[in-house]
Nanobody, 122 residues
Framework: QVHVVESGGGLVQAGGSLRLSCAAS????????MGWFRQAPGKEREFVAG????????YYADSAKGRFTISRDNAKNTVYLQMNSLKPEDTAHYYC???????????????WGQGTQVTVSS
């Protein structure tokens, strides 16, 4: 069993930045691939970014490319999502997920956190 906890969400103005954090515990952190997803009201949960177990490979949704950066610190059992140039359409509940490899869909992820809310005002 892996316990996943997200933090760092909040209210920010358009153009601003936020950094989300996700801590995972229960197994050796470096054996997990990690991913960030988001779900806006009335919409399906969607992939935002993913990172390989070593951190050597990162994957992004088109909506995140150039604005968001995923990184991980295996010594701290934490993965981050740095979000810059935020837009109102980035408003959503953001979730962290754990798997053996990165999947760019919601399928295949083994553990999920409860999420953290990000609201971007115009």
């Amino acid at each position: 069993q892996v316990h996943v906890v997200e933090s760092g969400g909040g209210l920010v103005q358009a153009g601003g930045s936020l950094r989300l954090s996700c801590a995972a515990s229960g197994r050796t952190f470096s054996t997990y691939a990690m991913g960030w997803f988001r779900q806006a009201p009335g919409k399906e949960r969607e992939f935002v970014a993913g990172i390989s177990r070593s951190g050597s490979s990162a994957y992004y949704a088109d909506s995140a490319k150039g604005r968001f950066t995923i990184s991980r610190d295996n010594a701290k059992n934490t993965v981050y999502l740095q979000m810059n140039s935020l837009k109102p359409e980035d408003t959503a509940h953001y979730y962290c997920a754990v798997s053996f490899v990165v999947f760019t869909t919601t399928q295949g992820w083994d553990y999920w956190g409860q999420g953290t809310q990000v609201t971007v005002s115009s």
